[in-house]
């Protein structure tokens, strides 16, 4: 009976996760199936309850670092990044508090901001 129990639980998370999408309670969902194979066989339940918690914080421990770095590679890079660092010819002004500046690099024109917030580059 407590299979049951354990699958509806795990169905719960398994929502939860779906509708957060933030890596939330994946971890629970595998250990509920976990803890359900083990009512199959007629574990106790107490012992039910060690192996819900026990697998639970084990796939978090082993898969959430490798779950983290999964999902933040699908930052999406674009082209200025390979302009950092180099020089350009400064075509007008840059003034943040005007929000004003242009800068010509690699033969292309770009608006302008200076690192620093009261810093005119002329």
């Given at each position: ?115 620093e917030a009261g810093e005119i580059i002329p």
């Amino acid at each position: 009976m407590y299979a049951v129990y354990w699958l509806i639980a795990s169905a719960v998370f398994l929502l939860v996760e779906i509708m957060t999408l933030g890596l939330t309670s994946i971890w629970f969902a595998g250990g509920a199936v976990v803890a359900a194979i083990a009512a199959l066989f007629g574990v106790p339940f107490l012992v039910q309850m060690l192996i819900f918690i026990v697998v639970t914080c084990l796939l978090f421990a082993l898969t959430r670092p490798v779950a983290k770095r999964y999902l933040n590679s699908r930052v999406q890079k674009t082209n200025t990044d390979a302009l950092i660092g180099q020089t350009a010819l400064v075509k007008e002004t840059i003034n943040n508090m005007e929000s004003k500046g242009l800068v010509q690099l690699n033969g292309q024109d770009w608006t302008a901001r200076s690192f620093e917030a009261g810093e005119i580059i002329p």
